[in-house]
């Protein structure tokens, strides 16, 4: 978790949301309405796999219902008025087992639905797998597919080869791992997907590194040969509650042209007993991105602070700024947007999580951002519910 899109950002949110937390544990639906995991059935728990997946649906409303009910250019959340599947996904996992041996695990994963508009990967991998003429905003996607290897070397060196989700940005791609519904500017800008081999290792109890080298962002084998690499550095103190986190992709999105690629995001977590407060500052530039082989930038800053009142029920806020310095990311020329979110994470059921919310967009740019470029504001109200299998 996009989603937050790799494992620094599944953690990062299970930290903002200990809801989360139970949101990840193999016991869903399916095993609450029978008393089997899934994987029993298949005979694959002996063998140290899990089969699980989620449904995340919900509807918006406009209040300046838009003539074409699109809320662009917030993403994902973005159509009013229209119950939407956001995402169905399902999957088959190993997870490696870190003691003093060797250990192989993986991940594979479908995700079906209106979000993966916004996370398909280019080339082959997930724009060939089925023609959208008639399904209008429904796509399929593979998110993840990939081996990791645990190597018993030091503290322990674990390795992804394959596809996975970026260690990039805070927000991750499956939506249970989010406390609001709706996402920000900075997320939709920034990569979801990678393609290649990614190291992680523990330095200390505090300190984390992640070393990879990827086909770049959202792509697998559009231009193969254009690596990039994609780093990381956590440091976590337990004590205070605290976590800071640096992560960085850089290299050529094309391989035939320039087109040079720095995106990096730098993530403070600080929690004050049922309090948790969250910085978030993500910067891209990308070397001839516009016409006139011109380079673009944009850059963002955003704050999460939530409050878990009971075991079942969160509140929170989150603002946002975010800066499309060129144009680039957005449809509305050189822009300033800003984004103000309040909502509830309701959890009735381990298996069950309902997320109602409230959301304000303005902007300050060269064109009207809104309601097809003739508004620079909108409201928007939302609900979403997520069911884990």
Known sequence: MSGRKGLWGVCSILLLNPMAGAQESPSGLVA????????????LQAAGFTLGGWAAAGLNHNMDTPADRSNGPVSM??????????????????????????????????????????????????????????????????PQAYAEVFAPVGNGLSVKLGHFYTIIGYESVPSALNFFSSHTYSFKSSPFTTTGALFSYALNGQWRVNLGAVTGADNVDRDFGAWSQMDGLTWTNAATDTSVSFSVLQGDVYLHQASDLLYYSAILQQGFGKWRYVLQHDFGAQQQALANNHDAQWYSVVQYLTYQATDSLGVGVRGEWFRDQNGFRYSAGTANYYALTAGLNWQPKRWLMVRPEVRYDWSHAQLAAFDGGQRTDQVLLGIDAVVQF
Not at 32 to 43: C, T
Not at 81 to 104: G, P, S
Request: glycine content about 8%; charged content about 25%; hydrophobic content about 40%.
């Open 77 to 142: 959340t973005d159509r009013s008025d229209e119950f939407n599947l956001y995402q169905l996904a399902l999957f088959m996992e190993k997870a490696v087992t870190k003691t003093a041996a060797w250990d192989i695990g993986g991940r594979f994963e479908v995700m079906f639905g209106t979000d993966t508009r916004y996370t398909q990967a280019t080339g082959h991998w997930d724009m060939g797998l089925f023609s959208p003429r008639d399904e209008r905003f429904y796509r399929l996607a593979l």
């Open 32 to 43: 609450a309405l029978s008393g089997q995991e899934p994987a029993s059935w298949a005979g």
